[in-house]
């Protein structure tokens, strides 16, 4: 006779907080609180692609966005990432416009 089936156990709560954040969905303000670059998984993550298949792209020169190999690891700039996504850029403090006449060689 055969061994009863065994049956998966539900998941503890303390990881269901975690997969939680994972599965947000990404937008302007949380890519740009990654700072100026992110790591290639979080790229992925960004761009909704598996880990694995960023850095298959990563080795052959064909990730979507620019990104430097720093050491062992990859880094990706956000500003080009947000780029592709066709979102707005940060506002950065930028010169004003009435600075505009205060500045350079006197008339």
Known sequence: MRPPRRTRT???????????????????????????????????????????????????DAFPTPLYRVGARYRVPTAP??????LPQAAGPGPDVGDADSVGDPP
């Open 81 to 86: 990432i947000l780029a592709m996504l066709h």
């Open 10 to 60: 539900a998941t503890p709560a303390t990881g269901e907080a975690s997969r939680r954040e994972e599965r947000q969905a990404w937008t302007a303000e949380r890519i740009r609180a990654l700072g100026p670059s992110t790591d290639l998984a979080t790229a992925a993550a960004v761009l909704g692609m598996s880990r694995s298949a960023a850095y298959k792209l990563a080795r052959r």
